[in-house]
Nanobody, 115 residues
Framework: QVQLVESGGGLVQAGDSLRLSCAAS????????MGWFRQAPGKAREFVAS???????RYADSVKGRFTISRDNGKKMVYLQMNSLKPEDTAVYLC?????????WGQGTQVTVSS
């Protein structure tokens, strides 16, 4: 069983930055595929960014160049640095982990960007 706890969300203005953190349990964190997803009210959950075990990353087109995902295997943490935030980035951001036993979701952290 893997537990994920997100933090770092909040209310910011357009153009500001936020850094989200995801703390993970589990003895084999370094082998997990990790990702960030988001869900806005009335919309489907969508992919934001991912990072594989050895650090290769992928981003949604809507955040490419503005968001950066990173991981610290020693601390069992994943981060999402979000710059140049836009009102359309407003959503609940959820951390995702996938290991050999399946996928796991955190509870999410709210990000609200005002114009």
């Amino acid at each position: 069983q893997v537990q994920l706890v997100e933090s770092g969300g909040g209310l910011v203005q357009a153009g500001d930055s936020l850094r989200l953190s995801c703390a993970a349990s589990g003895r084999t964190f370094s082998s997990y595929f990790m990702g960030w997803f988001r869900q806005a009210p009335g919309k489907a959950r969508e992919f934001v960014a991912s990072i594989k075990q050895f650090g290769s990353t992928r981003y949604a087109d809507s955040v490419k160049g503005r968001f950066t995902i990173s991981r610290d295997n020693g601390k069992k943490m994943v981060y999402l640095q979000m710059n140049s935030l836009k009102p359309e980035d407003t959503a609940v951001y959820l951390c995702y982990a996938r290991g050999v036993h399946g996928g796991y979701w955190g509870q999410g952290t709210q990000v609200t960007v005002s114009s």
